[in-house]
Protein backbone atom coordinates (compact mmCIF):
# COMPACT_ATOMS: atom_id res chain seq x y z
CA UNK A 1 0.00 0.00 0.00
CA UNK A 2 1.02 3.29 -0.61
CA UNK A 3 -0.17 6.87 0.56
CA UNK A 4 0.08 9.30 -1.49
CA UNK A 5 -0.21 13.41 -1.26
CA UNK A 6 -1.84 16.05 -3.42
CA UNK A 7 1.51 17.28 -5.28
CA UNK A 8 2.48 14.02 -6.67
CA UNK A 9 -1.18 13.40 -7.64
CA UNK A 10 -1.65 16.57 -9.81
CA UNK A 11 2.21 15.92 -11.09
CA UNK A 12 1.09 12.48 -12.37
CA UNK A 13 -2.09 13.73 -13.57
CA UNK A 14 -0.47 16.23 -15.28
CA UNK A 15 1.96 14.05 -16.96
CA UNK A 16 -0.72 11.63 -17.72
CA UNK A 17 0.92 8.98 -16.49
CA UNK A 18 -1.55 8.41 -13.04
CA UNK A 19 -2.14 4.65 -14.75
CA UNK A 20 1.58 3.59 -13.22
CA UNK A 21 0.29 4.08 -9.74
CA UNK A 22 -2.46 1.18 -10.40
CA UNK A 23 0.45 -0.89 -12.19
CA UNK A 24 3.18 -0.59 -9.36
CA UNK A 25 0.63 -0.66 -6.04
CA UNK A 26 -2.61 -2.86 -5.12
CA UNK A 27 -3.72 -0.18 -2.54
CA UNK A 28 -3.25 3.41 -3.08
CA UNK A 29 -4.75 5.33 -0.32
CA UNK A 30 -5.58 8.97 -0.69
CA UNK A 31 -5.81 10.66 2.86
CA UNK A 32 -9.19 12.78 3.34
CA UNK A 33 -7.37 15.76 3.71
CA UNK A 34 -5.42 15.36 0.35
CA UNK A 35 -8.41 14.14 -1.21
CA UNK A 36 -10.36 17.58 0.22
CA UNK A 37 -7.20 19.70 -1.11
CA UNK A 38 -7.69 17.76 -4.81
CA UNK A 39 -11.40 18.40 -5.34
CA UNK A 40 -10.90 22.37 -4.22
CA UNK A 41 -8.33 22.54 -7.60
CA UNK A 42 -9.47 22.97 -10.95
CA UNK A 43 -7.41 19.80 -11.88
CA UNK A 44 -8.60 17.74 -8.96
CA UNK A 45 -12.05 17.07 -9.69
CA UNK A 46 -10.36 15.05 -12.94
CA UNK A 47 -8.53 12.96 -10.90
CA UNK A 48 -11.05 10.94 -9.22
CA UNK A 49 -13.74 11.41 -12.09
CA UNK A 50 -11.24 9.70 -14.81
CA UNK A 51 -9.21 7.45 -11.97
CA UNK A 52 -11.71 5.80 -9.70
Same mark, same amino acid.
Given at each position: ???????? #????????? !????? @?????? #????????? !????? @??????????
Amino acid at each position: MIVSDTGP #LIVLFKADL !LFMLK @ELYQEI #LVPEAVRNE !LIKKP @EGGSIFKNNP
